[in-house]
């Protein structure tokens, strides 16, 4: 099977769009804003669509997947659905999907390794001129899944290899070069060896892969986060967001330092949640650099 990205000419595919969204001006809400994927036959016959959009801070959704009524049951959906993950891994973190209370649709994209997002109450009573009706069920809810196209892996202290030390040292590195501007070429030299040791020894370290890149790392002790580093090349694509949430959620952590010549910094947390309760003159090194302790 071939499958290409559509870029012209996009509503040749209309057939087979309205196999999973059966009101074009909905399909029309999207279709061009988005990159639609076409899967095709040996005889290049098209057997198999898929249409995504960017949804904003690292998230894509898919809006409409459907596969040929002689070609179903085949494996060509989740051949799809496993293409486009790894289309977007490299940039984006989430995959959202949209669906009817439909238990065959939300098993399969469960099976896909989707899990339950949100609900959307009364989205197709809404938005659609006519019932839509599946499994012999009118439609009145959108139910969202979720995927995260990256790999958080708490890694042991026997898996810190010098390397992978190395790697999160640099991206350490680009990082505050690229957020932390009151600091200079003789600061981040002199932090850079505390670096490296913290992330060593600190006893949770959660890091962040598209593919076998890492691209961002957070540090744990107890309820604190004590590091948060994400690559320049994915600001403001909530990467840190997700790890930061990933540790509220599942690490019970409650506490952080921030710069307070960082102000772009306290604002994420602070949006997060956090708010500032101590203020000190210098940071743990004893540098001239002050730092707000914020909490949950």
Not at 224 to 240: A, D, H, T
Not at 264 to 272: D, K, P
Not at 278 to 295: C, S
Request: glycine content about 6%; some cysteine; overall charge negative.
């Amino acid at each position: 099977m071939n499958i290409q990205l559509i870029t012209t000419d996009k509503k040749r595919f209309l057939p087979l769009l309205l196999l999973a969204d059966e009101q074009e001006s909905m399909i029309d809400r999207y279709l061009e804003r988005g990159d639609l994927f076409v899967m095709f036959d040996a005889e290049a016959i098209p057997i198999s669509v898929a249409v995504v959009t960017d949804e904003g801070n690292g998230v894509r959704e898919l809006k409409n997947l459907a596969v040929a009524p002689a070609c179903q049951s085949k494996g060509y959906g989740r051949q799809m659905v496993e293409f486009v993950g790894r289309y977007y891994a490299d940039v984006y973190h989430t995959l959202l999907v949209g669906t009817g209370e439909s238990r065959q649709t939300i098993s399969f994209y469960e099976s896909c390794g989707f899990t339950y997002s949100h609900t959307v109450a009364d989205y197709f009573t809404r938005n659609y001129d006519h019932p839509i009706v599946e499994d012999g069920k009118v439609l009145k809810d959108m139910i969202y899944l979720r995927k995260s196209l990256i790999e958080l892996r708490n890694l042991s202290l026997s898996e810190r290899t010098d390397d992978l030390i190395h790697t999160l040292t640099g991206l350490w590195d680009a990082s505050v070069r690229a957020s932390h501007h009151f600091l200079t070429e003789k600061d981040i030299l002199q932090l850079t060896p505390f670096v490296d040791e913290a992330i060593r020894s600190i006893t949770s370290l959660i890091v962040s892969y598209q593919g076998s890149l890492p691209v961002a790392f957070l540090g744990i002790e107890g309820e604190k986060i004590e590091m948060l580093f994400v690559s320049p090349n994915c600001f403001g694509k909530g990467i840190g967001k997700l790890l930061v949430r990933t540790a509220i959620e599942h690490y019970h952590i409650r506490y952080v330092d921030v710069n307070e010549q960082n102000p772009q910094a306290e604002g994420f947390y602070r949006h997060l949640g956090f708010h500032t309760f101590e203020r000190t003159e210098t940071d743990e090194q004893g540098n001239p650099f002050p730092i707000l302790k914020m909490k949950l």
